[in-house]
């Protein structure tokens, strides 16, 4: 079974901390998603990668970087945590662009 | 039109309905279509794959429509226990920049 674990279930932060939200796959997948998940907005995909060292821009990428420097890791930070980013974070995984993608349990992030 | 759209919701039936869903999707070229379940404050899990065949696994029925390009979710003999949001997923996008996007999903309540 595939297994995405996310570092943390909760977390609080104040505004203008850097966060970093950490996220491990354990299936060797190429492909690594980060996305937010807001109440009447749906999933919003944020950055993604194809590759080691490899990031590509999602829908709302502003405010957030990522980086991946192993290929069974991604992680998302927050430059300068604002209330606005207050939301669950949800990281994914999948073996290729065209293959289902596999959850973490998400990180509900409250920023105050 | 948006690349995938789902029915607007809630739906609410009684144990022992037949619900259907609808998604349509924007991209012509798309090859991947699948079907998400999301629990309340959970992350999405996969529900089932939806081939051009069409699939079924037990109470679920999953078609795909090429001609009028849309996915569909059928549902018979609901129990309590189905009770969650459903998301469709399709690769909106072909080719190098190729990935999945995911509708907002649609909450099913069933009711006793």
């Known amino acids: 079974d595939v297994k995405v674990t996310q570092s943390s279930r909760y977390l609080v932060k104040r505004t203008g901390e850097k966060v970093f939200l950490e996220c491990v796959q354990d299936m060797d997948h190429e492909n690594m998603f980060w996305y937010r998940q807001d109440p009447g907005l749906g999933l919003r995909l944020i950055y993604f990668s194809y590759d080691v060292k490899m990031k590509e821009k999602g829908d709302i990428p502003e405010g957030y970087s990522v980086s991946r420097e192993k290929k069974e890791r991604f992680s998302l930070i927050l430059e300068s945590a604002s209330t606005n980013q207050t939301s669950m974070y949800l990281c994914?995984?999948?073996?290729?662009?065209?293959?289902?993608?596999?959850f973490g349990d998400g990180t509900r992030l409250s920023i105050l | 039109r948006k690349e995938v759209e789902q029915d607007p919701g809630p739906f609410n039936v009684p144990e022992g309905a037949t619900v259907a869903f609808n998604c349509t999707y924007s991209?012509?070229?798309?090859?991947?279509f699948f079907w998400y379940r999301q629990d309340c404050r959970k992350e999405p899990k996969l529900l089932m794959s939806?081939?051009?065949s069409g699939n079924e696994d037990g109470r679920f029925t999953a078609q795909l429509n090429r001609a009028s390009q849309y996915i569909s979710l059928l549902i018979r003999d609901s129990k309590l226990s189905d009770s969650a949001t459903y998301l469709c997923v399709v690769n909106g996008t072909t080719g190098a920049n190729s990935k999945l996007t995911f509708g907002k999903g649609i909450t099913l309540s069933v009711r006793p």
């Open positions: 939806v081939y051009s």
């Open positions: 991209n012509s070229a798309s090859q991947s």
């Open positions: 994914a995984s999948s073996r290729d662009r065209y293959q289902p993608q596999h």
